[in-house]
């Protein structure tokens, strides 16, 4: 069927393309940690834009974390503009990977097409997604040669790590500037009848408790930081978990459970250190002089993360009166503030709109539960028109035998390629 679109019509006839170029890019293992072969998935994309008219540059993030000879965070960056007076619209994928795991029963960097699903570690995240948004673009310049504004494409490290190597860095050296860069669409894996707006905060701490060291045999002549911890736990059980299950967000976050606030205890250490592997000897009987739990709180856009802090520190003081001699120390380690775009925002009206002319449905809109790296975008880039939006199914993000669908990809493709024209056709 014919769909009487000049523009849909070059994405339909790129399929070949779109699948072979997901294909070529899960075969470049850019496993992370430590960040393998940033620079051959660079150059790899660079090569290919290169020749269809698109301006490129390789940016290495020096200094960052992860940053050395052996693993240099490569980023890329391309850009079709004809010179003509417009907006920016900007493709934003990380080019980085997760580690293999167990369970697989494909190879991971294999790329095998079975049916309509591309298998392989980064096939939905974020590879398809990346594939998608540059056959868009492709599509586009070749129907409107001419057009105003620019298309940019960046391919950046580290996401999965954090991002500091990757887009937090490009915003710090201008890259998301608002006046360069005007709308974002970041093909993470939120499904293609999805609009991602925005992300809930993050806040992790560090809280450690103290005691005193002594014979294992005579408890009572030391102060167990083992025990104080599991006073605060029963606090966090009691107290703390039952105010977090109040209170709830007008957030679109999915999934549904994560529309409250939450805490997740990362960690526990007490006591004396982990026996290094291959040590067959028993412990040394000691009071724990020292207990550390590490928190994660993801918070809500109603919430201040002042007060996401003093309910910890509430509940170390409270527990502090209860118990004689006990002392704590917190410690900040990362804090994210939520972020949302507004639904009247220019790219979330495009993207809504080429949603239901492909798809014949209405757009839904989420909000994620954790972030991604629309965080920079918005703190150091200072820029809120932009969204995720791209193929693939968050839950098999991360997993074995982790896969894309063909179909899916070449309908977000066909939403994004009408985003641009949306936004910057002739
Ligand atoms: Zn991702």
């Not at 060291?213 to 606090?235: K, N, Q, Y």
Request: aromatic share 6%; glycine share 10%; with cysteine.
């Amino acid at each position: 069927m014919s769909q009487m679109n000049p523009l849909l019509d070059a994405v339909t006839s790129r399929r070949a393309a779109l699948v072979s170029l997901t294909q070529e890019l899960i075969r470049i293992p850019t496993l992370n940690p430590p960040g393998r072969h940033y620079r051959e998935i660079c150059e790899h994309l660079a090569h290919r834009l290169e020749k269809g008219g698109f301006t490129v540059k390789l940016l290495r993030a020096h200094g960052t974390p992860g940053d050395s000879e052996t693993y240099p965070r490569w980023n890329l960056i391309a850009r079709h503009s004809t010179g003509r007076p417009g907006d920016c619209v900007h493709f934003n994928s990380h080019h980085d990977v997760v580690e293999v795991g167990h369970g697989w029963t494909r190879d991971p960097f294999g790329g095998a097409v079975e049916g309509d699903r591309i298998y392989g570690r980064g096939a939905c995240d974020m590879k398809g997604g990346l594939a998608a948004s540059i056959i868009a673009a492709e599509a586009f310049v070749a129907t409107f040669p001419d057009h105003p504004g620019t298309v940019e494409i960046s391919a950046t490290a580290d996401e999965e790590s954090g991002g500091f190597g990757g887009v937090a860095w490009l915003a710090e050296q201008g890259y998301f500037a608002p006046e360069r860069v005007q709308h974002v669409i970041i093909p993470e894996p939120l499904h293609k009848d999805r609009i991602c707006l925005g992300h809930r905060g993050v806040w992790w701490a560090e809280v450690e408790t103290h005691g005193r060291i002594a014979h294992g045999s005579m408890p009572f002549l030391g102060d167990s930081a083992i025990r104080h911890m599991g006073a605060v736990l029963t606090e966090i059980e009691e107290r703390l978990y039952p105010l977090l299950e109040r209170k709830k967000t007008a957030m679109p976050v999915v999934p549904e459970g994560a529309r409250q606030s939450t805490l997740n205890i990362n960690s526990i250490h007490g006591g004396e250190a982990e026996p290094e592997a291959g040590y067959t000897g028993l412990p040394a009987p000691c009071v724990a002089d020292r207990c550390r739990i590490i928190l994660d709180r993801r918070f809500l856009i109603e919430e201040d993360l002042a007060e996401v802090k003093s309910e910890i520190r509430e509940v170390l003081e409270r527990v502090k009166h209860q118990r004689p001699g006990f002392s704590y120390e917190i410690r900040d380690l990362f804090e994210v503030q939520p972020t949302m775009a507004d639904r009247a925002a220019p790219i979330v009206t495009a993207t809504a709109a080429a949603i239901e002319r492909v798809l014949a449905r209405v757009a839904e809109y989420v909000v994620s539960p954790g972030t991604y790296d629309q965080k920079h975008i918005d703190r150091i880039g200072r820029l809120k028109n932009c969204i995720a939006y791209g193929p693939g199914l968050l839950h098999l993000a991360h997993q074995p035998d982790e896969w894309v669908g063909i179909q899916d990809m070449e309908d977000s493709a066909k939403v994004m390629a009408l985003v641009l024209q949306e936004l910057i056709a002739p």
